[in-house]
């Protein structure tokens, strides 16, 4: 397989970025996710975690054993943790900002715990009033929380681990998986003291099936390019709420989320679509992790009197083009620089 194939990955999670945020504007506006035009857009993070299963087993399951385990996890770390950073002072600048009815009050000794929990990546699910999201400053990170576990697996475990026992560690999740979504209705949890268990099992069952997807060779060759495999994204995430709705989600994690994924890196692009994929994929993890201290702004708004309803159309197209420019502009003068030095830091060190 040649990196290039991947490409069109990298361009389906520049995708899937945006329409988390795009959902996550709609979810404040529309909050019964039938009613929601792009009510199924949080499964876009199961499409996240299994491609990241993939992209680890190509990145890491032939090297791992030559670096070791301190080199596999320092290199993670540059990779992921500046923007945890980023993300984690842009969201106490947004709680500080950012006026709720209960917002502003909070103690010294308050604002350091959340503020510590979010940089080590430690869930403290204590503010009411943003719904005891696992991270209250900055809520995309509990999926950096569950990333971190499955590295950790990964490194431990994951990576020797015997092709019969994976299948099978693959298919109590999906089991399991199945379970949560009849029991909760959706597979929307994750994120909050209240339903953290279903990131777990979607981390654990999206993540192992990227594994399997890698190591057993499961690209379709095709010709569709980037075109297709987006189609086939969008139509997942933006489908309408169905009768056997918990059902029809599973399916979408357990079959039809890999199955993109093994079309993805089976294509060619040609030289535009190359360039359109690559900035994509770069963009995709810092808009990820700086989008949200807008996105409570955005929810501030709508209980202000500044709301406009006839408005609020161009106020989502303005932020979510706006919040784009900013995940660019993060991407290219800050996450990448401090990457670069890190990683020269450590060489030299080493």
């Known amino acids: 397989m040649q990196k ?35 009510g199924h857009g949080f499964l876009a993070v199961d499409f996240f975690f299994c491609l990241s299963g993939f992209v680890i087993a190509y990145a890491y399951d032939e090297k791992i054993r030559l670096i070791g385990l301190k080199k596999f996890f320092v290199a993670r770390l540059i990779r992921l943790h500046p923007l945890v950073v980023i993300g984690s002072v842009l969201g106490m600048v947004g709680l500080l900002w950012t006026r709720f009815s209960e917002s502003g009050n909070y103690s010294l000794s308050m604002l350091v715990k959340l503020f ?62 199945v379970y949560l979504s009849y029991s909760y209705g959706n597979l929307a949890g994750g994120w909050s003291k209240d339903n953290w268990e279903v990131g777990g099992i979607r981390l654990a069952y999206s993540f192992c099936a990227g594994l399997i997807l890698y190591r057993n060779r499961l690209v379709i060759k095709n010709k569709l390019g980037f075109i297709a495999p987006t189609v086939l994204l969008i139509l997942a995430l933006f489908m ?18 890999p199955f993109i994924i093994a079309l993805g890196a089976g294509t ?83």
């Open 4 to 38: 290039q194939h991947f490409l069109v990955l990298d361009g389906l999670r520049g995708i899937a970025a945006i329409i988390i945020v795009i959902f996550h504007f709609m979810e404040w506006l529309i909050t019964d996710f039938k009613e929601n035009f792009i």
């Open 116 to 177: 510590v929990s979010s940089l080590l990546l430690i869930p403290y699910p204590v503010l009411p009033e943003r719904a005891y999201n696992l991270f209250s400053i900055n809520a995309p990170a509990w999926t950096l929380f569950w990333e971190y576990v499955a590295n950790i697996a990964y490194a431990l475990y994951l990576f020797k681990i015997r092709r019969n026992m994976l299948f099978l560690l693959v298919s109590l999740c999906a089991i399991y998986l």
């Open 240 to 257: 309408p709420f169905l009768s056997f709705n918990w059902l029809v989600e599973a399916i979408i994690v357990i079959v039809y989320f």
């Open 268 to 350: 060619h692009v040609n030289r535009t679509v190359v360039h359109i994929c690559r900035f994509l994929g770069n963009l995709s993890y810092p808009l990820y992790m700086t989008h949200y201290c807008v996105i409570w702004a955005f929810g501030a708004y709508l209980q202000s009197a500044y709301f406009d309803p006839n408005r609020i159309g161009y106020v989502i197209v303005g932020g979510t083009l706006i919040l784009i420019g900013f995940g660019y502009l993060i991407m290219r003068f800050v996450d990448t620089l401090i990457r670069k030095k890190l990683t020269r830091s450590t060489t030299t060190i080493s």
